[in-house]
Nanobody, 127 residues
Framework: HVQLVESGGGSVQAGGSLRLSCAAS????????MGWFRQDPGKSREGVAA???????AYADSVKGRFTISKDYSLNTLYLEMNNLKPEDSGIYHC??????????????????????RGQGTQVTVS
């Protein structure tokens, strides 16, 4: 069983930056495809960035060139570096991990499956 805890959200002005962290415990993140998605209450989720076990990455078109996803194995933590933030980036960001290897990072972004593990989310507000 993997526990995921996000942190790093907050309120920033447009053009600002944030770094989201997703600390994992219970198992190494080496074994999981992981990613970040945005989901506000009552709305469908939107894949933002994904990274697989081989460290290949994919990004939603709306964030390409501005966001960077990465894994730190020593800290067992997933990150999302967010630069040049825009008001439309606002929302609740969740990290997720999945042990199945059948999805590419691009496929992860648009998948509707229930991922094996997800965190509670961290709020990002851009004004």
């Amino acid at each position: 069983h993997v526990q995921l805890v996000e942190s790093g959200g907050g309120s920033v002005q447009a053009g600002g930056s944030l770094r989201l962290s997703c600390a994992a415990s219970g198992s190494s993140i080496r074994h999981y495809s992981m990613g970040w998605f945005r989901q506000d209450p009552g709305k469908s989720r939107e894949g933002v960035a994904a990274i697989d076990v081989g460290l290949s990455t994919a990004y939603a078109d709306s964030v390409k060139g501005r966001f960077t996803i990465s894994k730190d194995y020593s800290l067992n933590t997933l990150y999302l570096e967010m630069n040049n933030l825009k008001p439309e980036d606002s929302g609740i960001y969740h990290c997720a991990a999945d042990g199945r290897m059948d999805l590419s990072p691009v496929g992860w972004l648009s998948s509707r499956r229930t991922f094996d593990y997800r965190g509670q989310g961290t709020q990002v507000t851009v004004s």
